[in-house]
């Protein structure tokens, strides 16, 4: 049989004969006909492409739903599609959880395949709520604050994030993000050519008029390199500030809240001014008092003061006595800096915080389990030696995770299915593959290990970075993964890593893992006037690093501490306070818990060159990827094992349809649907059966043409059962309209006799008065009054009387309720809304709208209800009101069916209708469209100005109310 043309094979694993050249060729070809996603087996790799290819619109996302593999190019949203399906249990899985695992170097494209496989998964959902929109915008939001340029990558991610998306019954219901290794020492330097975080660039640009007391970007000390092209980047900064709001609004931040996180921003930047002279006495000082120091105070909400003797001495307790001792003024500048890197930490720890409460499920029941699929997007392996830089205990940190990835991917892909194989008397020819557990336990180890090592030396109050490397040396001399430096007088050594060998600077090592701030500046900022200052620093730190609130949102103002806060002569606190090492291990350990307790599905991202160009391929540099990432082993796996290993149990459970139900699960009814199937080159175990990918699309051809035929056989049963009962029931209405017809005939013969009678006994009836004597009449139905607020059908708005000054009043005298609701006394929609009654009733959507929405919908400046808006009416009413009017024209009305408005207007064809939803912060939605409003007033205004996301036009004039 010919070889398929160079490129044309979608799946590697099907390749008869595979080696380095023609998997690197292969590769090559694709990546050159714009073909960046190829597989093996279930796995995908992706090559950065550095260019928008059109691959993602809504056509393709549509394309890639609900589909076989082997039926459709390869695509990150295939990828998000089997996890899907495999959470819900079609394809011959037992419903479960699921984890896709995105890998590789840094700049290969992790992050945004994160962002489109939340994408997809949305999509595939088909939810109808604001929450999948909330969920979309939580990636870019947290970019904002934890991504920035490096030289490796334009929008590297400078900490690994875990998001766990919650699904029931196939819908979204929640979502909940794990963070770690923030490198928060980015805030205060960053390598030559490399950035901050984007978002101190953002709030420049946001905020020009010198909000915050900000200046010119390149007077702030901590942009390392100085803000080089700003402001070339100025519109584009711009625009990706207003996104960042619009986002934060999306997902429910308020804007106080917003303001109190770019004061804490800010407040950072001139932190980094602060700076020290030497007095007389060798003790050192501010330079200026009323310089950075007081600005930054006054956005922390705290005494400049205080701040100022924190930085500058500490006062500690010796044998009953207060002693103070000043800091030099190496030692000033480093308190300075750990205070800015723990109060940008915190507040990052807070956003993760408010982000999980915003979006944790809502009215579920509290011991209701949900599925999820959780996707990893962690830093990618890095090397900054290569490209000018240093290499420092981040790179370390995060070097040391994908490590730990690698192992849990040979974990699953090699040893464990070779075990499996074993176990199950399966005829298996093993694999051989790079085991790099033995490096983990160089880095992981106990009492010695890399951090091991680290934790002790830094308990040490002489110990130095130098000392470090030499326990290092003395520990690690002959282990083949640790390489001594030649250098003796330079505090650094190498590591032969899974990706290459690295080269480390031990250079502030025992600082970044002791992590601690000067004593007292906690205690300062826990008084702080700021809310949100104070809530960040009076939560605790969990054993991963993470800040733990549990509801500290007290809004009581702390008394403010006139004297410096002693430090206590023990250092108990200090022993029981967990590195930045011991955390990160922590969080690798759960991290491969959560893992280990879900189905894994790969993706490897690969950078084909350094220079971030398009359509670019460094042949030597990709084929290291692939090599050293295992995947010519993989495939091989991938091409000669088995994929799919159900237990007899959940094999005959989803197939025994094909042959009987009656089967019960055992090795010889397993084989016997496989052999009906007419399947060759599966196997059975003792408790398993081992199939390969065909094995598991063949099967699901086959339960999809029983399941149409079952289908079919149902149609035509329902229809003749229908038509049956349609019959008896359209001869027994026949029977009753004839039966009533007779009795009306009836009672209308007995009534004109009856009045026949009494006219007869009037006429002889001398003394009674003729006109007081009338004939009987057919009573009527009495007219009940309407139960709904219609503005549009009562034909007048729902106007306050004369004496009325309050909206509330207006809708106590409506209601007949005691409350009153103002402009300060209002509240966001409430998350319990069953108080208000069974919502899709009028009832109930009256209730909500005079409890909470009043305000929204009134004219301010006339105290009567707003132009547009027609209150509780149906959607044909509303229509029947937009009919034969200019195309734009439009109404909001209260929606019946739910707790919220619509947004009705004519198009040019036909009435379109558009569902508002009213976030927890109060602010409003188009569903479907990516703008958050302050109000109803000023989406109006703004579509009047702007189309909708679909194209269509602007809204022109309201149906107004005749009053």
Same mark, same amino acid.
């Given at each position: 049989?010919?070889?398929?043309?160079?490129?044309?094979?979608?799946?590697?694993?099907?390749?008869?004969?595979?080696?380095?050249?023609?998997?690197?060729?292969?590769?090559?070809?694709?990546?050159? $006909?714009?073909?960046?996603?190829?597989?093996?087996?279930?796995?995908?790799?992706?090559?950065?492409?550095?260019?928008?290819?059109?691959?993602?619109?809504?056509?393709?996302?549509?394309?890639?739903?609900?589909?076989?593999?082997?039926?459709?190019?390869?695509?990150?949203?295939?990828?998000?599609?089997?996890?899907?399906?495999?959470? %819900?249990?079609?394809?011959g899985r037992p419903p479960g959880n699921q984890c896709v695992l995105?890998?590789?170097?840094?700049?290969?494209?992790?992050?945004?395949?994160?962002?489109?496989?939340?994408?997809?998964?949305?999509?595939?959902?088909?939810?109808?709520?604001?929450?999948?929109?909330?969920?979309?915008?939580?990636?870019? @939001?947290? &970019?904002? /604050?934890?991504?920035?340029?490096?030289?490796?990558?334009?929008?590297?991610?400078?900490?690994?994030?875990?998001?766990?998306?919650?699904?029931?019954?196939?819908?979204? *219901?929640?979502?909940?993000?794990?963070?770690?290794?923030?490198?928060?020492?980015?805030?205060?330097?960053?390598?030559?050519?490399?950035?901050?975080?984007?978002?101190?660039?953002?709030?420049?640009?946001?905020?020009?008029?010198?909000?915050?007391?900000?200046?010119?970007?390149?007077?702030?000390?901590?942009?390392?390199?100085?803000?080089?092209?700003?402001? +070339?980047?100025?519109?584009?900064?711009? +625009?990706?500030?207003?996104?960042?709001?619009?986002?934060?609004?999306?997902?429910?931040?308020?804007?106080?809240?917003?303001?109190? =996180?770019?004061?804490?921003?800010?407040?950072?930047?001139?932190?980094?001014?602060?700076?020290?002279?030497?007095?007389?006495?060798?003790?050192?000082?501010?330079?200026?008092?009323?310089?950075?120091?007081?600005?930054?105070?006054?956005?922390?909400?705290?005494?400049?003061?205080?701040?100022?003797?924190?930085?500058?001495? =500490?006062?500690?307790?010796?044998?009953?006595?207060?002693?103070?001792?000043?800091?030099?003024?190496?030692?000033?500048?480093?308190?300075?800096?750990?205070?800015?890197?723990?109060?940008?930490?915190?507040? /990052?720890?807070?956003?993760?915080?408010?982000?999980?409460?915003?979006?944790?499920?809502?009215?579920?029941?509290?011991?209701?389990?949900?599925?999820?699929?959780?996707?990893?997007?962690?830093?990618?392996?890095?090397?900054?030696?290569?490209?000018?830089?240093?290499?420092?205990?981040?790179?370390?940190?995060?070097?040391?995770?994908?490590?730990?990835? $690698?192992?849990?991917?040979?974990?699953?892909?090699?040893?464990?299915?070779?075990?499996?194989?074993?176990?199950?008397?399966?005829?298996?020819? &093993?694999?051989? /593959?790079?085991?790099?557990?033995?490096?983990?336990? =160089?880095?992981?180890?106990?009492?010695?290990?890399?951090?091991?090592?680290?934790?002790?030396?830094?308990?040490?109050?002489?110990?130095?970075?130098?000392?470090?490397?030499?326990?290092?040396?003395?520990?690690?001399?002959?282990?083949?993964?640790?390489?001594?430096?030649?250098?003796?007088?330079? *505090?650094? /050594?190498?590591?032969?890593?899974?990706?290459?060998?690295?080269?480390?600077?031990?250079? +502030?090592?025992?600082?970044?893992?002791?992590?601690?701030?000067?004593?007292?500046?906690?205690?300062?900022?826990?008084?702080?006037?700021?809310?949100?200052?104070?809530?960040?620093?009076?939560?605790?730190?969990?054993?991963?690093?993470?800040? #733990?609130?549990?509801?500290? %949102?007290?809004?009581?103002?702390?008394?403010?501490?006139?004297? !410096?806060?002693?430090?206590?002569?023990?250092?108990?606190?200090?022993?029981?306070?967990?590195?930045?090492?011991? $955390?990160?291990?922590?969080?690798?350990?759960?991290?491969?818990?959560? %893992?280990?307790?879900?189905?894994?599905?790969?993706?490897?991202?690969?950078?084909?060159?350094?220079?971030?160009?398009?359509?670019?391929?460094?042949?030597?540099?990709? !084929?290291?990827?692939?090599?050293?990432?295992?995947?010519?082993?993989?495939?091989?796996?991938?091409?000669?094992?088995?994929?799919?290993?159900?237990?007899?149990?959940?094999?005959?459970?989803?197939?025994?349809?094909?042959?009987?139900?009656?089967?019960?699960?055992?090795?010889?009814?397993?084989?016997?649907?496989?052999?009906?199937?007419?399947?060759?080159?599966?196997?059975?175990?003792?408790?398993?059966?081992?199939?390969?990918?065909?094995?598991?699309?063949?099967?699901?051809?086959?339960?999809?043409?029983?399941?149409?035929?079952?289908?079919?056989? $149902?149609?035509?049963?329902?229809?003749?059962?229908?038509?049956?009962?349609?019959?008896?029931?359209?001869?027994?209405?026949?029977?009753?309209?004839?039966?009533?017809?007779?009795?009306?005939?009836? #009672?209308?013969?007995?009534?004109?006799?009856?009045?026949?009678?009494?006219?007869?006994?009037?006429?002889?009836? +001398?003394?009674?008065?003729?006109?007081?004597?009338?004939?009987?009449?057919?009573?009527?139905?009495?007219?009940?009054?309407?139960?709904?607020?219609?503005?549009?059908?009562?034909?007048?708005?729902?106007?306050?009387?004369?004496?009325?000054?309050?909206?509330?009043?207006?809708?106590?005298?409506?209601?007949?309720?005691?409350?009153?609701?103002?402009?300060?006394?209002?509240?966001?929609?409430?998350?319990?809304?069953?108080?208000?009654?069974?919502?899709?009733?009028?009832?109930?959507?009256?209730?909500?709208?005079?409890?909470?929405?009043?305000?929204?919908?009134?004219?301010k400046n006339e105290n009567k209800f707003s132009e547009w808006f027609?209150?509780?009416?149906?959607?044909?009413?509303?229509?029947?009101?937009?009919?034969?009017?200019?195309?734009?024209?439009?109404?909001?009305?209260?929606?019946?069916?739910?707790?919220?408005?619509?947004?009705?207007?004519?198009?040019?064809?036909?009435?379109?209708?558009?569902?508002?939803?009213?976030?927890?912060?109060?602010?409003?939605?188009?569903?479907? &469209?990516?703008?958050?409003?302050?109000?109803?007033?000023? =989406?109006?205004?703004?579509?009047?100005?702007?189309?909708?996301?679909?194209?269509?036009?602007?809204?022109?004039?309201?149906? @107004?109310?005749?009053?």
């Amino acid at each position: 049989m010919d070889r398929p043309p160079l490129g044309d094979v979608q799946d590697l694993a099907t390749l008869a004969k595979l080696d380095e050249t023609i998997l690197l060729d292969e590769i090559k070809e694709r990546y050159q $006909q714009n073909k960046i996603y190829t597989y093996v087996g279930d796995i995908l790799i992706a090559v950065n492409p550095f260019k928008d290819l059109g691959i993602y619109t809504k056509e393709f996302s549509t394309r890639y739903q609900h589909i076989k593999q082997s039926t459709h190019p390869p695509h990150i949203f295939a990828v998000a599609d089997a996890a899907y399906q495999a959470l %819900m249990g079609n394809g011959g899985r037992p419903p479960g959880n699921q984890c896709v695992l995105i890998s590789g170097e840094s700049g290969a494209g992790k992050t945004e395949s994160t962002k489109l496989i939340i994408k997809q998964l949305v999509e595939l959902c088909q939810g109808k709520t604001q929450l999948e929109q909330q969920i979309l915008q939580v990636n870019p @939001l947290l &970019e904002a /604050f934890g991504n920035a340029q490096t030289n490796l990558n334009d929008n590297s991610s400078r900490f690994g994030k875990y998001i766990q998306l919650k699904f029931n019954d196939g819908h979204v *219901a929640g979502a909940k993000i794990s963070e770690y290794l923030l490198e928060k020492s980015r805030v205060v330097r960053q390598n030559p050519g490399e950035e901050s975080f984007h978002i101190f660039y953002y709030l420049f640009a946001g905020h020009t008029d010198g909000t915050f007391g900000l200046g010119d970007p390149d007077t702030y000390r901590y942009f390392s390199n100085g803000a080089r092209d700003f402001k +070339k980047r100025l519109n584009s900064l711009q +625009k990706q500030y207003d996104d960042l709001v619009n986002a934060m609004d999306l997902v429910g931040f308020t804007d106080e809240e917003q303001m109190d =996180m770019f004061a804490v921003i800010a407040s950072v930047l001139h932190l980094g001014n602060v700076s020290f002279k030497v007095n007389e006495d060798d003790s050192v000082s501010v330079t200026d008092s009323n310089g950075p120091v007081k600005t930054a105070a006054k956005l922390l909400g705290i005494d400049a003061a205080e701040i100022e003797a924190c930085l500058t001495c =500490m006062v500690t307790v010796t044998k009953g006595e207060y002693v103070k001792r000043n800091y030099n003024k190496g030692q000033a500048e480093d308190a300075r800096d750990a205070m800015a890197k723990a109060v940008y930490g915190r507040l /990052f720890g807070w956003i993760v915080n408010k982000v999980n409460c915003l979006l944790v499920p809502e009215n579920q029941d509290p011991d209701a389990k949900f599925n999820e699929i959780g996707i990893l997007d962690i830093f990618g392996f890095e090397d900054f030696v290569k490209d000018g830089g240093k290499n420092s205990f981040e790179q370390a940190c995060i070097n040391l995770a994908n490590e730990q990835l $690698q192992f849990f991917f040979n974990q699953h892909i090699f040893k464990m299915e070779q075990e499996e194989y074993q176990r199950e008397g399966v005829d298996w020819k &093993e694999i051989k /593959f790079v085991d790099n557990k033995p490096l983990l336990d =160089m880095f992981l180890g106990k009492p010695i290990g890399i951090l091991s090592l680290l934790d002790e030396e830094s308990l040490f109050p002489k110990g130095t970075d130098q000392s470090y490397v030499d326990k290092l040396t003395k520990a690690f001399t002959g282990n083949q993964y640790f390489v001594k430096s030649q250098q003796t007088n330079q *505090a650094i /050594f190498s590591i032969n890593h899974y990706a290459g060998k690295v080269t480390y600077a031990a250079e +502030k090592w025992l600082e970044k893992n002791r992590d601690t701030l000067p004593p007292g500046i906690t205690e300062v900022l826990q008084s702080s006037e700021n809310r949100l200052v104070k809530t960040i620093f009076r939560g605790q730190l969990t054993r991963t690093g993470s800040l #733990a609130l549990q509801g500290r %949102m007290s809004t009581s103002k702390g008394t403010k501490r006139r004297n !410096l806060m002693p430090v206590s002569s023990g250092n108990d606190a200090a022993k029981r306070k967990l590195t930045v090492g011991g $955390q990160f291990k922590n969080s690798l350990a759960i991290l491969m818990e959560r %893992m280990t307790a879900s189905t894994p599905i790969f993706v490897r991202c690969l950078k084909p060159n350094h220079k971030k160009q398009p359509g670019v391929l460094d042949t030597k540099y990709v !084929l290291a990827q692939l090599l050293y990432t295992g995947m010519l082993e993989t495939i091989e796996i991938r091409r000669k094992g088995f994929a799919v290993r159900p237990t007899f149990g959940e094999f005959v459970e989803k197939y025994k349809v094909l042959v009987d139900l009656k089967l019960t699960p055992s090795a010889q009814n397993c084989s016997k649907i496989l052999t009906t199937a007419r399947l060759q080159g599966w196997y059975v175990g003792y408790t398993k059966v081992f199939l390969k990918y065909r094995h598991v699309e063949q099967l699901t051809e086959l339960l999809e043409k029983v399941g149409k035929s079952a289908i079919c056989i $149902q149609k035509y049963t329902k229809g003749y059962l229908a038509r049956k009962r349609y019959r008896r029931r359209q001869e027994k209405a026949r029977k009753e309209r004839e039966a009533v017809e007779a009795m009306l005939r009836q #009672a209308a013969q007995l009534n004109a006799e009856a009045s026949t009678r009494l006219h007869t006994l009037t006429e002889h009836d +001398k003394t009674k008065p003729k006109d007081q004597v009338k004939p009987a009449k057919t009573p009527s139905a009495p007219d009940f009054p309407a139960d709904g607020i219609s503005v549009a059908s009562s034909g007048r708005y729902l106007e306050p009387k004369k004496t009325t000054t309050s909206i509330g009043t207006q809708m106590e005298e409506e209601s007949g309720s005691d409350s009153e609701i103002l402009e300060d006394d209002y509240q966001p929609v409430s998350s319990n809304l069953k108080k208000f009654g069974r919502e899709g009733t009028k009832t109930a959507a009256i209730n909500w709208f005079k409890e909470t929405q009043t305000y929204n919908v009134v004219d301010k400046n006339e105290n009567k209800f707003s132009e547009w808006f027609h209150g509780i009416i149906s959607r044909r009413e509303s229509e029947k009101l937009l009919k034969d009017r200019i195309v734009g024209c439009f109404l909001l009305r209260v929606s019946e069916s739910r707790f919220g408005y619509t947004l009705s207007f004519k198009a040019e064809s036909r009435c379109r209708h558009y569902m508002i939803d009213q976030l927890k912060n109060g602010k409003f939605i188009i569903v479907g &469209e990516p703008k958050v409003h302050r109000s109803l007033h000023d =989406m109006v205004s703004y579509h009047r100005k702007g189309k909708f996301k679909n194209g269509a036009h602007f809204l022109t004039v309201p149906v @107004l109310v005749v009053r």
